[in-house]
């Protein structure tokens, strides 16, 4: 399986800069493009993940990206995030096929979350399903204390955020969170995109 790649289409450069620094520090492969003419161009469709779209831009907006991508048949996923939405154009999108609607300034948790659901769809969509039993086999040999902070990781938190959650130290964090990754072959948080699917989809329980 190709390894997913996340498309982010903004014509805000601070705000391309800041979301390749957010996904690719999770291990996520990134593409950014300020212009849909470079997308179109230069994106590849048959690589499974999604794209994080825009609406408002000034020569094209993510709506239009939309229409032209449906007319295409490309099907990659959208993830639309801007600061100029109403529940109107969200309806609009999410009935036009988006996936999902986020409001700036979102959450990393949120949009982590999101991304990994979105891209598990996409593998699914290209029958590149997840290997269930295998992935629950694997979260099952944790420790309990190992699960939570793959859940938290997962999650997108900071080693000290979830230091903070747990009452623990920081340095303990790594440690468990380096024990867990070596379970479950991750080598990244992007690797656990996994266990938010699982997770999602009620297949292994959250840790108290």
Known sequence: ??????????????????????????????????????????DRPSRPGCLILDVRMPEVSGLEVQAEMARRGIGIPIIFLTGHGDIDMAVFAVRAGAKDFLQKPVKAERLLTSVALVVQEDCDRREMPLDESAWIAKYERLTERERQIVCGAAKGLLNREIALKLHISERTVQAHRHSAYRKLGAHSTADLFPVTVLLKRGRIRFPE
């Open 1 to 42: 399986m190709e390894k997913p790649l996340i498309r982010v289409l903004d014509d805000n450069p601070d705000q391309l800069a800041s979301l390749e620094l957010l996904l690719t520090g999770e291990g996520w492969d990134v593409a950014c493009y300020e212009r849909a003419n470079d997308f179109f161009v230069n």
